[in-house]
């Protein structure tokens, strides 16, 4: 485990001591990441057992940036330029398997590969692949989904 998802759980662990399992809110940054032949990247989560766009939360004292860039790299081994904001989601309820209740505040990038290799982060991840368009799997969110569908419309970006 990597020191910032090492800091990121003692942070989470923290709050859930003052809070317990009521609903916190917490700030998530991702992206919606395409290569050179314009396949879209996704990660098989392991924790949903289901495809979703890579990214997680934001450390203390990181831009959102910085966040989907570090996610991104350490959940698929690939170094990313942010091109633009496709959207913010906020009104969400995410209920974890250990009965955490969280309102994720997510920041989705849309952003070019360049550099890095594909890899698979074992802890977080059954899988790492790209997708022609018209040949998305379903995504595990209504969240995600969303997402999806947003930057298919290309108006960006979408704030819900």
Known sequence: MSNFKERQMDYIRFLRTKVGQEKVMLNFAGGIVIDEEGRILLQKRREQQAWGFPGGAL???????????????EETGFHVRIERLSGVYSKYEEMYPNGDVAQPIVHFFVCRINGGQ?????DESLDVAFFERDQMPELYSELHQTAWNDFLTETGPVFR
């Not at 594909?118 to 074992?122: A, P, R």
Request: proline share 0%; with cysteine; hydrophobic share 45%.
């Open 59 to 73: 450390e203390l004292g990181e831009s959102l940036v910085e966040a989907a860039q570090r996610e991104i790299f």
């Open 118 to 122: 594909l890899t698979i982060d074992c």
